[in-house]
């Protein structure tokens, strides 16, 4: 499968990875704005460089093609892409509104190509082995989720590029940052029913919000909570997921929630929850999430599946940012059923 890149700004440089480590997989062209910073990619993946998106769609080797641009541009550049029937793998966010997120999901529909959107966390193996324990009902019935991202992205990181901290094309810590803990809240606890939060603009000069608090109520009646900011003094603190069940309670922890930092169930003694534990510690970070997204669009495509992330689980992930963001500005409850 031949791929290209659109957008070789910090992100691209592991979809290139990636697809180099991924079998059957190969790098032909790349596109930016900006020509310099093709550069690398030419010379170390011999990928074709192109400035503007549509000399780079007639290309017909292509079959597959990575929107890594800011996320407000990601729904132009999708549609393009759909309609010249090459399939999509877009980065999170899948886009800022629902409203270009279903322009997405439709063109991949009209066009008969494969969407996948990247949240590359939910392959990470303590992320895995969760889902396992609650698939498996390990945990009994669930009462409440305690969700945290405390990160520090200074000031230079804003400005790195006009788009960073925008509300149209980044959104603050909970669309950019936390949306990828949000994504994983969803796949654990299913769909979300009422939420309310709080946002602010403390120590960063962005239009966005740098800390968010919030509120979820799942329609199983699990409630959690979200708290999240980028203004942490002086380093990343803590990303963590903790779920709490009548026969069990486990945590993932540590500054980029790679870790069991708690796993106590009824149903696994000390020592075997010790082996979990310690296995998690050997290899915390596992198969790269990129390149496992990649890989299993591959495989969607050979066997006519779906990929494992779909456009539609993008736009929930969004959804919950959207509504919460809502619930902050309006200072009321927000429905999303
Ligand atoms: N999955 C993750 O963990 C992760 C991490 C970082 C960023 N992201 C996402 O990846 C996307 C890009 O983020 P980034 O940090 O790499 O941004 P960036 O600013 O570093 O890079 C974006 C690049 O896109 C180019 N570009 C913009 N519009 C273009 C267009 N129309 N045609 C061609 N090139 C264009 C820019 O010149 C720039 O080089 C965002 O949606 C971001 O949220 C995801």
Redesign the pocket.
């Known amino acids: 499968m031949n791929f290209a890149i659109?957008?070789?700004?910090?992100?691209?440089n592991?979809h290139a990875q990636a697809i180099q480590n991924v079998k059957n997989a190969k790098l032909v062209a790349v596109?930016?704005?900006?020509p310099k910073?093709m550069e690398p990619y030419t010379t170390q993946y011999g990928a074709t460089p192109y400035?503007?998106?549509e000399e780079m769609l007639k290309d017909d080797t292509i079959n597959i093609v990575n929107?890594?641009?800011?996320?407000g541009?990601?729904a132009?550049?999708a549609e393009l892409v759909a309609a010249h029937g090459k399939h999509i793998i877009?980065?999170?966010?899948i886009a800022m509104t629902l409203t270009e997120a279903d322009r997405i999901i439709d063109a991949a529909n009209n066009y008969n190509v494969e969407l996948a959107v990247?949240?590359?966390?939910r392959f990470r193996p303590a992320a895995m082995k969760l889902k396992e324990i609650i698939e498996e009902n390990r945990l009994g019935k669930l009462s409440h989720a305690l969700c945290t991202v405390n990160w520090n992205r200074g000031q230079e990181y804003y400005d790195?590029?006009p788009?960073?901290g925008t509300k149209a094309h980044?959104g603050g810590v909970l669309?950019?940052q936390a949306?990828?803990n949000l994504d994983l809240l969803l796949w654990y606890l299913g769909k979300p029913k009422k939420v309310f939060g709080m946002g602010a603009t403390r120590l960063r000069n962005i239009e966005a919000e740098d800390v968010f608090t919030g509120i979820i109520q799942f329609s199983s009646g699990v409630l959690a909570t979200i708290q999240a900011s980028t203004t942490v003094y002086p380093k990343n603190y803590e990303e963590s997921i903790t779920i709490f069940g009548e026969k069990g309670t486990v945590k993932i922890g540590g500054a980029n929630a790679l870790y069991f930092e708690t796993l106590e169930m009824e149903s696994m003694d000390f020592d075997q929850c010790n082996v979990v534990i310690n296995e998690l510690k050997n290899d915390p970070w596992g198969k790269p999430?990129?390149e496992a997204i990649i890989e299993d669009m591959i495989h969607s495509i050979q066997h006519g599946r779906k990929p494992a992330i779909t456009g539609i689980e993008g736009r929930n992930a969004i959804k919950l940012v959207l509504s919460l963001y809502e619930s902050s500005s309006t200072n009321k409850l927000v429905n999303l059923l």
């Open positions: 659109i957008g070789c700004g910090f992100i691209a592991k596109c930016d704005r900006v910073l400035t503007t998106i929107i890594c641009t800011p996320s541009s990601h132009d550049l877009v980065e999170k966010p990247v949240h590359p966390n790195q590029a788009w960073r980044d669309m950019n949306i990828h999430g990129h």
